[in-house]
């Protein structure tokens, strides 16, 4: 069964339109692009457009800024403290990746806690590691509404996460932990991959390596959450799999409404 990704936004959207609605004012997403004309950032500006439009879809205000890629990471975390500490934000992105110049963490960090819709600021994490957060990273959200959807039972489930990231594998395999599944990490360093997919009942991807999971290192009726794409579709296509996420209008739509909700969230 293929995972409607686009169905699931749509419904998560339309709740947060009626939210949206009961407010004196819709709340502001601002997110900010470093390097816009840069390769990078090209790609990741359609992303944007993409959580832009979302945003229209639900009521929600959406402000975007270009920022040069020429910047230190001093002046960068200084014009997005900048932006954080505006009255009118009411949540604020950082689009990943920055130029490779960049203290990543630093920008991060210069994001008020408050407003880090992406829960990736030093202080989020800290409080969604000690399960304390009043929101889940848009990663995490994506794969419990998923879940959520399909009447997925995660205690005592076997689940293989491929990838140990800052924006899928750590956070989602934390969250799996804390359902009652039983979670191994599969990264760089883990010899002989195959061995442990293969027993999996659930495997949930984010490494970002096209081609890297093939079905014959996953067994019959297994569910698979891709955030990558890290799955060879082709190779599934004959798979008696029992959830999958197909290559586009899967987990995608599903992160940025989260994101979105998110927003909502911390705005009230």
């Not at 439009?53 to 900048?82: D, H, M, P, R, W």
Request: hydrophobic content about 45%.
């Amino acid at each position: 069964m293929l995972v409607d990704g686009k169905k699931i936004a749509a419904i998560i959207l339309g709740q947060l339109a009626v939210e949206v609605k009961a407010l004196k004012k819709p709340p502001r997403l601002t997110a900010v692009l470093v390097g816009p004309d840069s390769e990078a950032g090209q790609l990741s500006k359609k992303f944007l457009l993409f959580k832009q439009k979302a945003a229209e879809q639900a009521g929600i205000n959406f402000q975007l800024y270009e920022l040069s890629e020429k910047l230190t990471t001093e002046e960068l975390c200084a014009e997005v403290s900048k932006i954080s500490e505006a009255e009118e934000n009411d949540g604020v992105l950082v689009e990943l990746p920055l130029p490779k110049h960049i203290d990543r963490q630093l920008v991060l960090d210069a994001v008020a806690w408050e407003k880090d819709v992406d829960v990736l600021s030093s202080q989020g994490q800290t409080a969604y590691y000690s399960n304390q957060s009043a929101i889940l990273p848009p990663a995490v959200e994506a794969v419990k509404a998923i879940f959520e959807e399909y009447k997925v039972e995660l205690k005592d489930k076997a689940c293989a996460v491929f990838g140990s990231g800052l924006l899928v594998g750590r956070p989602v395999a934390h969250w799996l932990k804390q359902q009652g599944a039983k979670v191994l990490i599969v990264d760089e360093f883990t010899g002989a991959p195959e061995q442990i997919s293969i027993t999996a009942d659930i495997i949930i991807s984010g490494v970002g390596h096209r081609n890297l999971i093939t079905a014959d290192m996953v067994k019959d009726d297994a569910i698979l959450i891709d955030f990558g794409p890290d799955l060879n579709w082709e190779s599934f296509r004959e798979k008696p799999t029992c959830l999958i996420t197909p290559p586009t209008g899967g987990v995608g739509p599903i992160v940025v409404a989260s994101v979105l909700k998110n927003l909502l969230s911390l705005a009230k």
